[in-house]
């Protein structure tokens, strides 16, 4: 594992932004794991910056996400289309029908599931998977306790996680209940995988998964098996690993 230590979230940012931009020069046409959360929003952010300079390409690049709410339309501002859209997407040269993510309006779990895991793998499969990290060592919506053979699949939302988006919607029953997830066999099969972490809150998770055994008692735990892992954090998030 190849570990760079940020200054601050911008620089972390930056450096991620980097090594992204380094796989799209080096194969135009890759397929790229992204992910949503706070974590990547300044990756996105420089990604951006480059192309307007005219920098980066992305004409040629595909992209799959690796989840998706199930039952909220891509035009409700808390889906992950929306937010792709909103914060990548609509902002550089990447054509739309290249965009992937699950779809959460498809109420048949089981046809969707199949329907994205073939995608993933009719694209020749993940160039470089994005991930940011859950504070309990979620990774996409894998949750402590999945096992870690899975592959994309669907996933009841815990009671704390839809209390904790409640704020986002008009009241706890508008919150979706449910989630179509990579599976943790699906981000393993990536072949490189770019971690990024900010913040102090994030210090003893990111020790744990890194550092700590593998169990799926915390999903990260098994990138420490990836042969390409590549974390990028930022000291505040790095300052609990061990020198
Ligand atoms: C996002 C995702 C999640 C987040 C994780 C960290 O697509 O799958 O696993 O990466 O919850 O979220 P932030 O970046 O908001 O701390």
């Not at 005219?54 to 039952?71: H, I, M, P, R």
């Not at 990447?94 to 048949?108: A, V, Y």
């Not at 993940?126 to 949750?143: A, K, M, R, S, T």
């Not at 096992?147 to 815990?158: N, P, R, S, V, Y």
């Amino acid at each position: 594992m190849q570990i760079y230590k940020a200054t601050d979230y911008k620089d972390m940012s930056r450096k991620a932004a980097n090594i992204i931009s380094a796989q799209v020069i080096m194969k135009p046409n890759c397929v790229l794991g992204l992910a949503t959360g706070s974590t990547p929003i300044g990756t996105y952010q420089q990604l951006i910056e480059w192309y307007k300079k005219g920098d980066l390409d992305f004409s040629d690049v595909t992209t799959v996400n690796l989840d998706e709410y199930k039952g909220l339309p891509r035009t409700n501002d808390q889906s992950y289309y929306y937010f792709m859209h909103q914060n990548l997407f609509d902002q550089v040269n990447i054509n739309p029908e290249n965009t992937h993510l699950p779809n959460g309006m498809e109420p048949n779990s089981e046809k969707e599931c199949a329907r994205y895991e073939s995608l993933i793998h009719s694209l020749g499969g993940v160039d470089l998977q994005l991930l940011g990290l859950g504070h309990n060592g979620h990774i996409g919506f894998n949750e402590p306790g999945e096992a870690f053979e899975k592959e994309t699949h669907c996933i009841d939302l815990q009671e704390r996680t839809i209390e904790a988006n409640k704020r986002f919607f008009a009241s706890a029953d508008d919150v979706p209940k449910q989630a179509y997830t990579m599976g943790i066999k699906t981000i393993m099969q990536a072949k490189k995988i770019l971690v990024i972490v900010s913040g102090e809150d994030k210090a003893d998770i990111v020790a744990k998964a890194f550092f700590g055994p593998v169990t799926p008692a915390v999903p990260a735990s098994i990138l420490q098996m990836h042969n390409d892992v590549t974390l990028v954090g930022d000291e505040a998030a790095l300052s609990k690993i061990p020198r």
